[in-house]
C-alpha cells in the first residue's frame, strides 16, 4: 500500500526558503507522476508542481514558476519542493499526491494517493 509523508515545513519570513520532502513508501511501478498542491482554509486544493518518475519533466503553476523548484531522488523514493523566495500568499497546508494515471499532470482528481500535509507560514 502507497504512504506518503511529508516534511520540512514550518514558519519562515518572507524572501526566506523551505525545502519539502515527501517520502513514497509501498510505490510500485505502475507509479506515474508526483505533484505537490496546496490548500488553505476555504479554498480548493491547488496545483504547485509535479514530476514524472522517467524523464525530467516538471511542471509549474505560474504563481511559483521561477521561485518553486521540484526534483526526485529515485533511490530514496523521495520528492522534494524546494521553494524560495517565498511570499504571504504561499502560506497553505501542501500535500504530496502520486498518481498512477499515464498523462497526470496539474489536476487534483488524477492524483490516486495523499499524504497528509505539512503546514507552510510565510510571515511578512
Known amino acids: 500500500q502507497v504512504r506518503l509523508v511529508e516534511s520540512g515545513g514550518g514558519l519562515v519570513q518572507a524572501g526566506g526558503s523551505l525545502r519539502l520532502s515527501c517520502l513514497a513508501s509501498?510505490?510500485?511501478?505502475?507509479?506515474?507522476?508526483m505533484g505537490w498542491f496546496r490548500q488553505v482554509p476555504g479554498k480548493e486544493r491547488e496545483f504547485v508542481a509535479s514530476i514524472k518518475w522517467r524523464g525530467d519533466m516538471t511542471t509549474y503553476a505560474d504563481s511559483v514558476k521561477g521561485r518553486f523548484t521540484m526534483s526526485r531522488d529515485d533511490a530514496k523514493n523521495t520528492v522534494y519542493l524546494q521553494m524560495n523566495s517565498l511570499k504571504p500568499q504561499d502560506t497553505a497546508v501542501y500535500y504530496c499526491a502520486e498518481s498512477l494515471r499515464f498523462g497526470a499532470s496539474s489536476a487534483a482528481y488524477e492524483y490516486d494517493y495523499w499524504g497528509q500535509g505539512t503546514q507552510v507560514t510565510v510571515s511578512s
Open positions: 509501498g510505490r510500485t511501478a505502475r507509479s506515474y507522476a
